[in-house]
């Protein structure tokens, strides 16, 4: 399935400090880029050979061009090529309106939300803290989702373990999304610190599902579905979609490998215009001494080689100065922690009935 984040705009009520899009002041999407789309994106999909398309409403902030994501969602929804929609989105811009017609065009939610973090985090573009939104908003947002993305980087691990029970107890999503910011802003002292904070959030989850609760961290779900799958059919050809199955289609009807390579126009792949392919971008990030991490030579004798896909192509394009996609040691350091407790987590809960209902439901899931 050919996975496409739909730049409807660049724009966005926050100004979070780790955002790549920095609230850019690109124009919105307008319906002839969806027409557009519609018309072309076959082109794409014989390119990766893919059968259907996904839509994720992406920006900066989607909820800001809500118009169109009522023009564009019943002409998706119309094409039988297309085989779901969501919506990527903080949240804040909510209303019971918008909520009904997600609802009655079974639409998915993506929110993000970084609980305690959100305060330094993620400011309206104001400059005011948007915390107290996210309260204000709780029984709303709680209609569409149970769980929320929540970017973990070296300045909020110290709080890791206060941040999930927050977002578990007190926000009640039981599965909060916490997600690693896979740049390289990993330092030595850095590791050193995650090492400490990611065995206490372990610690802290295996206690609450050994206790009869489902709080467990996705972080740890994602890696541990990872580690099954890996064992099950060995190491994935891709460590993200970009360049594999994946685009981000922007409001000048360009095709790039994902959103992030889109914000900074680079790498393009299709402009559905002007009817250009770039071929030499095309050739570059398909081939597999580039972007497949099984040929990469600093994972060949990685002890996690079989379940670790080393992270977003587009920041290990730059640690390769452009010529081919290298992992970046820092997050590799991180990664490996984290199997390490994900493998501890597996061993101490593998006789646990709700444990083995956990994965079982990720797996499905995961299709």
């Avoid at 400090?17 to 319906?31: H, L, S, V």
């Avoid at 902030?61 to 085989?83: M, Q, V």
């Avoid at 010529?323 to 646990?352: F, H, N, Q, S």
Wanted: charge should be negative.
């Amino acid at each position: 399935m050919l996975i496409t984040e739909f730049v409807i705009t660049e724009q966005c009520n926050l100004a979070c400090t780790y955002c790549y899009m920095a609230n850019k002041q690109g124009k919105f999407m307008e319906r002839e880029e969806v027409d557009l789309f519609i018309d072309k994106v076959g082109n794409i999909m014989k390119l990766y050979k893919q059968e259907k398309y996904h839509i994720s409403f992406f920006g900066g902030e989607p909820l800001l061009n809500w118009e169109l994501i009522k023009y564009a969602t019943p002409k998706f929804n119309a094409d039988p090529r297309c085989h779901s929609v969501i919506i990527i989105s903080n949240g804040l811009l909510l209303d019971e309106e918008k909520v009904k017609f997600i609802k009655d065009n079974n639409i998915g939610f993506s929110l993000s939300f970084d609980g305690l973090w959100q305060k330094e985090n993620r400011p309206l573009v104001s400059g005011k803290s948007s915390f107290d939104s996210y309260i204000e908003k709780k029984d709303l947002i709680k209609s569409l989702v149970n769980s929320s993305k929540c970017m973990v980087s070296p300045d909020n691990l110290d709080s890791l373990v206060e941040n999930h029970i927050f977002l578990t107890q007190e926000y009640g999503f039981n599965t909060p999304d916490f997600s690693l910011v896979r740049d390289d802003i990993w330092s030595p002292e850095d590791v050193i610190n995650y090492d400490t904070q990611i065995t206490k959030l372990a610690d802290h989850c295996i206690q609450r599902i050994k206790d009869g609760r489902q709080e467990i961290s996705a972080l740890f779900g994602l890696y541990i579905l990872d580690m099954v799958v890996g064992d099950q059919i060995g190491k994935r050809g891709w460590g993200c979609f970009a360049g594999k199955n994946g685009v981000g289609y922007g409001a000048e009807g360009i095709f790039y490998p994902c959103a992030r390579f889109a914000s900074g126009d680079e790498y393009g792949l299709y402009d559905a215009k002007k009817e250009i392919w770039y071929k030499g971008n095309i050739a570059f990030l398909l081939h597999p001494k580039v972007t497949n991490p099984k040929e990469y030579p600093e994972c060949q004798n990685c002890e996690l080689y079989n379940y670790c896909n080393a992270g977003c192509t587009y920041s290990e394009i730059k640690n390769g100065n452009g010529k081919r996609a290298v992992p970046i040691d820092g997050l590799c350091d991180v990664l490996k922690l984290t199997y390490r407790e994900c493998a501890r987590i597996a061993v101490e809960l593998k006789d646990v009935p709700l444990f083995k209902t956990i994965i079982e439901n990720m797996l499905r899931n995961s299709g």
